[in-house]
């Protein structure tokens, strides 16, 4: 690989929650001007990776770096000052709370000093209907609320925000699931001009056809650790499709199988009157996964 | 440019229908003020008075002061009671916290000579405290605040009961009003303002006077100042202060509000803190006025001012409300107690009128919200 420097570098991390281990000896580097994809199942621990990497979560073991200094923060607050801007699934928003309101949350502009310190809101109402408008949703009126916008433009308000002020690194958790064909290419045409524009991104998906066109490299998660980061360069798509699908990498799918050999048990014997034989090993251990995941 | 093709509803000409947006707007966002409600019922009230109480003295000058206290004193503790709830909490504590404050300024004074300027900060200092202690037990434990500082209704009720009679064998503690004069912290809670405007305003007959040739009203009770005051600067916070939208925001989702960096525990553990303080106004306001601690003082009181906010158009659920609706909700319980007072109909009915109030405030609050949310 390169010798540049990443720009945020995760170094065997770990989470536990009390007995649970959500993560365990992960290792990431993502470089200025590249999108990182995350891949893995449901529970495979990318929800708590990322919440890692924003501050919600701070790691029980391992470091993270960026831009080569060693990080950590007490809250999301901190990584939102160091250059970290996630959007999170459930986009931080009040839905009571006007665009602007919600736009600047956390980080208004002022004017004035002392006690007339006040927020700036001909400047904070600009701001967010022009970074709308960049992302392609014209806002009629700033100050009306969030609640009152579809799935996809708070979705745009959530991802705008978070460009503007991630100065660094910008992670976004799923942000196409919940779009329709046109908003999704309108996200994801942002998230190429993010990674034009220097920034980092990190990026989850379910959807091939979303993280294969934007993704620099890929890493897969399964159940808490890291099946590996690859470049584009080394995976085709129908690869990556494997990947998320979770049918490759059998070594480290072991575990996984014995459930899925479980779960047939179960339906073998739920389904018909035979006796239930034991699985063979071998057979289920190829069809399993493929079945299970729908193809 | 992709705006086009992806903005939901607007045509592309949006410049030209400006004009139009504008004047729509206009009366959306009258709708959406959470006072709106709370204005219609006091002009509502009003009428309903001027007109039920015609010559009994409600509306001359005296009459106007005297529910405009009572408004006042509500209106204080509701001010910060409605901070605390677009904030996402209740303080429960409150009332108990007006006795408590009064015994803590009554006692120091007048048993152990204390200047009262000192009785007085210890009493807010106590607040501080309480509040601090409200706010940390609700951040740190994820309870929530009704049951929190329901403990503290009754261990600060307690609290100003026992140390009363612990100290002093009573639980009434008279005399402050010797205390007073001369006290300028003390004249910050008492007396009237712009007495010089009502006498001269008497003197060129512009004003009722009584046998002796003084103005039937002889200055603006400084709980009205407080009341108008408090209720400004909570709505310049509210509207235009950083701190303000993270009121809003920790109220609305405490969770979004935090991963987006905003301290949401020391704004909950301030807010807690200004209710405290607040009780304490009211506190040092009533001693003074009356010259006496009661541990019995402000029963009740949290009610009263959660009843105004609510009235003034604020969301149980936090993240919605107005300090000007909770100044208008505690208007109209100063016109309803006194309106009945002067219009003679049995006191008794009050009650049933305060609750049939809250409900249909909470009912067209509700339905209001709905409607905020479907306007697009």
Redesign the interface.
């Known amino acids: 690989m390169t010798t540049r420097t990443p720009m945020i570098e995760m170094r065997s991390v770990s989470k536990h929650f009390g007995s649970v281990i959500a993560l365990s000896d992960i290792s990431m580097q993502v470089y200025s001007g590249e999108v990182m994809c995350l891949l893995g199942d449901n529970g495979a621990g990318k929800s708590t990776l990322i919440k890692t990497l924003s501050g919600v979560h701070q790691p029980t073991h391992g470091e993270m770096l960026l831009d080569g200094k060693p990080a950590r923060f007490k809250s999301p607050a901190y990584a939102l000052d160091a250059g970290i801007a996630t959007v999170f699934q459930d986009l931080a928003m009040v839905p009571l709370m006007s665009i602007t309101r919600n736009f600047f949350m956390g980080r208004e502009p002022t004017v004035g000093w002392g006690p007339l310190k006040r927020i700036d809101w001909k400047y904070a109402d600009r701001v967010a209907k022009e970074e709308m408008s960049k992302i392609g949703i014209d806002v009629r009126d700033p100050s009306q609320p969030v609640g009152t916008l579809s799935g996809g433009e708070r979705q745009c308000v959530a991802i705008a925000r978070a460009v503007y002020f991630g100065a660094k690194v910008l992670i976004l958790d799923e942000p196409t699931s919940a779009l329709g064909v046109k908003q999704a290419s309108v996200v994801l045409r942002y998230i190429a001009k993010a990674r034009a524009d220097g920034l980092a991104v990190i990026f989850i998906t379910h959807n091939v056809h979303h993280a294969y066109p934007v993704a620099d490299a890929f890493t897969l998660l399964s159940r808490g650790g890291s099946l590996g980061s690859f470049r584009k360069e080394e995976v085709s798509r129908e690869e990556v499709l494997n990947m998320m699908a979770g049918g490759a990498e059998l070594e480290s799918l072991d575990a996984e199988l014995a459930e899925f050999q479980r779960e047939d048990k179960a339906k073998k014997a739920s389904l018909a009157d035979q006796d239930t034989q034991p699985a063979d090993a071998s057979s289920t251990e190829l069809s399993s996964p493929r079945t299970a995941n729908g193809y | ?3 086009t ?4 509803s ?1 045509a592309p000409a ?1 410049a030209d229908q400006d004009e139009r ?1 504008q004047r729509v ?1 206009f009366w959306k ?1 009258a709708l ?1 003020r959470p006072e709106l409600g709370a204005l219609a019922g006091a002009v509502l009230v009003l009428a309903f008075f001027i007109a039920a109480s015609s010559g009994t003295g409600m509306f001359t000058p005296a009459g106007i002061i005297n529910f405009l206290e009572v408004a006042a004193q509500l209106g204080i503790i509701a001010t910060a009671a409605a901070l605390l709830m677009i904030g996402g909490e209740f303080d429960l504590s409150i009332g108990s916290m007006i006795g408590l404050a009064g015994i803590l300024i009554a006692i120091p004074a007048v048993e152990y000579g204390w200047p009262l300027w000192a009785a007085i900060l210890l009493a807010f200092a106590c607040a501080g405290l309480v509040g601090w202690i409200n706010g940390n037990l609700v951040n740190k434990t994820g309870l929530p605040s009704f049951i929190v500082t329901l403990g503290f209704l009754f261990i600060l009720r307690g609290l100003a009961i026992g140390t009363s009679r612990l100290l002093t064998g009573r639980t009434q503690v008279g005399g402050v009003q010797d205390h007073i004069p001369g006290d300028w912290f003390a004249a910050l809670f008492s007396g009237e303002v712009a007495t010089g405007l009502f006498s001269w305003m008497a003197a060129n007959g512009w004003m009722a006077t009584n046998f002796a040739g003084n103005p039937t009203v002889t200055g603006i009770p400084v709980s009205i100042v407080w009341w108008l005051g408090l209720t400004a600067v909570a709505t ?1 916070v509210l509207l ?3 701190y ?3 009121i ?2 920790s109220g ?2 405490a ?9 949401v525990h020391r704004v909950k553990i301030s807010l807690f803190m200004f209710t405290a303080f607040s009780a304490t106004i009211f506190a040092c306001i009533q001693v003074m006025d009356t010259g006496s601690a009661d541990t019995i003082r402000g029963l009740l009181k949290e009610l009263e001012a959660i009843i105004a906010v609510v009235i003034g158009g604020a ?1 149980l659920t936090g ?2 409300g107005s300090a000007i609706g909770a100044a208008l909700g505690a208007l109209i319980f100063g016109m309803v107690q006194m309106g009945i007072f002067y219009t003679g109909v049995n006191t008794d009915w009050f009650q049933v009128f305060l609750g049939v109030m809250l409900l249909v405030a909470v009912l067209f609050n509700n339905y209001m ?1 709905k409607k ?5």
């Open positions: 440019m992709n705006s093709e992806t903005k939901p607007v949006a947006i707007s966002k959406n310049w235009c202060t950083p303000g939208n993270w809003f925001a609305g989702d969770n979004a509000a935090r991963n987006s960096g905003v301290p969301l993240g919605y919200r905020a949310m479907e306007a697009k």
